[in-house]
């Protein structure tokens, strides 16, 4: 750190509201709370020159919830609190076509398919579509979910069926995260890289920020690091679960949508002509859950 009293002045102090992480969660808390309070400072802080987080480094699936998903979450949550969630997922992606727009998202209506290569999985989610489809009839649309048995499916052999849902569709991220960007600096957001926060103290005057290039103050703080929030409030009950996403060499595919498989830990998609594969966290869910960049 060398911060000139100049700098320190006109930069580091005096902020309304300091945003920790440049991600989606960030730049939208930013954009909402200047909408609200347009004459306020709001100061994100980005310890990356990007987003840190899966913000950029995501698959750009633009959905809410695969059948086997759906039903494995019920293990843990009740079937209301499932379709509470699914609905906020859902509402959540129509409001960021809305603010972004479909054309700076370079958004896909492509669809969702979860692929299955079991019969009994098959079965037993296709025996509770009508259940899900009557539970997001009014709140998604009439049929979300069909089902087809099939042995052959975008190129895909030894798939005994498939459960289609034409709601969903695929984003670009670095797409998105630009517009994004974009958006909340038009407004007078300020947004600042290579700033890593490492601690916080609640003051009199407001919360006290520091990081690697000094201390800030401000009114009111906003963490939005989202699983990375523990190193700053270790009192959160909250793991990073890191995926695995990789993208091919040009390739011949029939594929044509997004793909779900395993419950949603396994997702595929193409990109012009490649493909894109992520997931796999729960076959190491040890090994996967950490915050080492």
């Known amino acids: 750190m060398n911060t000139s009293f100049w700098e320190r002045e006109s930069f580091l102090l005096n902020c309304d509201v300091i945003i920790i992480g440049a991600g989606i969660v960030g730049l939208s808390a930013a954009y909402h709370w200047k909408k609200k309070n347009p004459g306020h400072r709001v100061v994100i802080l980005e310890r990356n020159w990007l987003s840190d987080g899966a913000s950029s480094k995501n698959a750009g699936f633009a959905c809410f919830g695969s059948i ?23 509402q959540g992606l129509l ?6 727009g479909n054309e700076n998202l370079e958004f896909q209506s492509c ?5 299955f290569f079991d019969s009994s999985s098959f079965q037993k989610c296709q025996s509770q579509i009508d259940k899900w489809n009557l539970n997001f009839n009014t709140i998604i649309g009439p049929n979300v979910y069909s089902a087809k048995s099939v042995s052959y499916y975008h190129g895909m052999q030894e798939v005994v069926g498939v459960i289609e849902n034409s709601f969903e569709g695929a984003i670009h991220t670095g797409s998105m ?19 890593h926060v490492l601690s916080f103290e609640e003051v009199n005057s407001g919360v006290e920020v520091v990081s690697n290039e000094g201390q800030w103050k401000t009114e009111n703080l906003i963490i939005t690091t989202n ?10 009950d909250v793991q ?5 996403v990789i993208v091919s060499k040009p390739m011949r595919h029939e594929l044509k ?6 419950k949603g830990y396994i997702y595929f998609r193409p990109i012009q002509d ?20």
């Open 68 to 90: 086997s998903e759906l039903e494995d979450d019920l293990q843990s949550m009740s079937e209301n609190e499932v379709v509470s969630l699914t609905n906020r997922r859902f």
């Open 95 to 100: 409001e960021l076509r809305k603010l972004i």
């Open 111 to 115: 669809g969702g398919v979860e692929v």
């Open 177 to 195: 995260l630009r517009s994004f960007r974009n958006l909340v600096l038009s407004l007078g957001v300020e947004l600042y890289s290579g700033v």
């Open 227 to 236: 699983a990375f929030a523990c190193e700053l409030l270790p009192i959160l």
């Open 240 to 244: 990073p679960k890191r995926n695995q």
């Open 257 to 262: 949508a997004t793909y779900h498989a395993e």
């Open 274 to 293: 490649r493909i894109l594969i992520g997931g796999m966290r729960h076959l190491f869910p040890h090994t996967e859950n950490t915050s080492e960049r």
